[in-house]
């Protein structure tokens, strides 16, 4: 009796005790500040997000997941129930995305405000009260390497048939073209390469004669300046001899007028006009052959204004004269 007496106080003090460690656990585990309850909408998967699951806003833990369900009203969504720290700064611009703990394989919730909506969204289950879920970073890992595999397929696809038997055949041919040309490009070159080497000599003679040209151009410019002077002179003896020809014009004139006065002479002076006349006549034929030569000589001038300063150029020999030349026909 005794001993099963002993037996029920100890299964007693043991049962006590370990309710006694539950409701100490209870307490020191119990909130000591009010939450308020906010409802997630995602369109995505929420692998490995359980209820219990920690609420972060921006790092720091404001709560914990109460439910997972989806929607009555559309089944392509996923509603997340959670209840976080009465005061959070939970504005409408705030989004939710799942994060992943560790290697365990379970997610959290992680809250962001990107500031564009600083309004404070109120505690509210409606559906204008939803907070948006965006993609998870592990799923979005994941799309996008899906993508780089379609990707890196579609370009294996491409490289095998850039490299069929008929493609190949044509590369081949395109190298040995381009070999072919780069054969004769460099045979061109070994045969410019002579050239090349005497270009700087050409260069410099090239030089010289422009030194040459330029003496030459500064040689000309005294000669042009005495050419142009010998033209002034000429021109004034032009206009010196076009003077004196006026008045051997007017003298000849003169003279005809003196030879009809002589022939008006009466009787009285017969022997003085009988001398007077042949005079006049040996004057007048003076002036003739003078007037002549003047003409010749204005012509020749003319027509070579170089005689006056290098004289008269030497005239060709005629027929059997010594130089003579026969000229030939055209």
Same mark, same amino acid.
């Given at each position: 009796?005794?001993?099963?007496?002993?037996?029920?106080?100890?299964?007693?003090?043991?049962?006590?005790?370990?309710?006694?460690?539950?409701?100490?656990?209870?307490?020191?585990?119990?909130?000591?500040?009010?939450?308020?309850?906010?409802?997630?909408?995602?369109?995505?998967?929420?692998?490995?997000?359980?209820?219990?699951?920690?609420?972060?806003?921006?790092?720091?833990?404001?709560?914990?997941?109460?439910?997972?369900?989806?929607?009555?009203?559309?089944?392509?969504?996923?509603?997340?129930?959670?209840?976080?720290?009465?005061?959070?700064?939970?504005?409408?611009?705030?989004?939710?995305?799942?994060?992943?703990?560790?290697?365990?394989?379970?997610?959290?919730?992680?809250?962001?405000?990107?500031?564009?909506?600083?309004?404070?969204?109120?505690?509210?289950?409606?559906?204008?009260?939803?907070?948006?879920?965006?993609?998870?970073? $592990?799923?979005?890992?994941?799309?996008?390497?899906?993508?780089?595999?379609?990707?890196?397929?579609?370009?294996?696809?491409?490289?095998?048939?850039?490299?069929?038997?008929?493609?190949?055949?044509?590369?081949?041919?395109?190298?040995?073209?381009?070999?072919?040309?780069?054969?004769?490009?460099?045979?061109?070159?070994?045969?410019?390469?002579?050239?090349?080497?005497?270009?700087?000599?050409?260069?410099?003679?090239?030089?010289?004669?422009?030194?040459?040209?330029?003496?030459?151009?500064?040689?000309?410019?005294?000669?042009?300046?005495?050419?142009?002077?010998?033209?002034?002179?000429?021109?004034?003896? &032009?206009?010196?001899?076009?003077?004196?020809?006026?008045?051997?014009?007017?003298? &000849?004139?003169?003279?005809?007028?003196?030879?009809?006065?002589?022939?008006?002479?009466?009787?009285?002076?017969?022997?003085?006009?009988?001398?007077?006349?042949?005079?006049?006549?040996?004057?007048?034929?003076?002036?003739?052959?003078?007037?002549?030569?003047?003409?010749? $000589?204005?012509?020749?001038?003319?027509?070579?204004?170089?005689?006056?300063?290098?004289?008269?150029?030497?005239?060709?020999?005629?027929?059997?004269?010594?130089?003579?030349?026969?000229?030939?026909?055209?």
């Amino acid at each position: 009796m005794e001993s099963r007496a002993h037996a029920i106080v100890a299964g007693l003090f043991t049962v006590l005790l370990g309710a006694g460690i539950v409701l100490a656990a209870l307490w020191f585990s119990r909130d000591s500040y009010d939450r308020v309850t906010y409802v997630l909408e995602s369109k995505y998967a929420v692998t490995g997000l359980n209820p219990q699951a920690p609420v972060k806003l921006r790092g720091v833990q404001i709560g914990k997941v109460n439910s997972i369900d989806f929607d009555g009203e559309d089944a392509t969504l996923i509603l997340v129930t959670i209840s976080v720290k009465a005061g959070s700064r939970i504005t409408r611009g705030t989004t939710a995305q799942l994060g992943a703990q560790g290697i365990t394989g379970t997610s959290y919730v992680n809250l962001e405000d990107d500031g564009k909506q600083p309004d404070f969204l109120p505690p509210n289950i409606d559906k204008a009260s939803r907070i948006p879920v965006k993609r998870a970073l $592990f799923d979005e890992f994941a799309m996008s390497g899906q993508e780089i595999l379609f990707e890196v397929g579609k370009l294996l696809k491409q490289a095998q048939v850039l490299l069929s038997d008929a493609n190949q055949t044509q590369l081949v041919n395109m190298f040995n073209a381009v070999q072919g040309a780069s054969e004769r490009m460099d045979k061109l070159a070994q045969a410019l390469e002579p050239g090349a080497k005497s270009m700087p000599v050409l260069a410099g003679d090239a030089r010289k004669l422009l030194a040459g040209a330029d003496h030459a151009v500064r040689d000309v410019g005294p000669l042009l300046k005495d050419a142009r002077t010998a033209l002034v002179s000429i021109d004034k003896l &032009a206009q010196e001899y076009s003077r004196r020809a006026g008045t051997l014009d007017r003298v &000849a004139k003169n003279a005809d007028e003196v030879g009809s006065a002589s022939q008006s002479v009466t009787g009285a002076a017969g022997s003085m006009a009988g001398d007077l006349v042949p005079r006049m006549n040996v004057l007048l034929e003076e002036l003739v052959r003078n007037s002549r030569k003047l003409d010749r $000589f204005l012509d020749d001038l003319h027509d070579q204004p170089q005689g006056l300063v290098f004289g008269r150029p030497a005239r060709r020999p005629g027929p059997g004269e010594s130089g003579f030349a026969v000229p030939q026909k055209q």
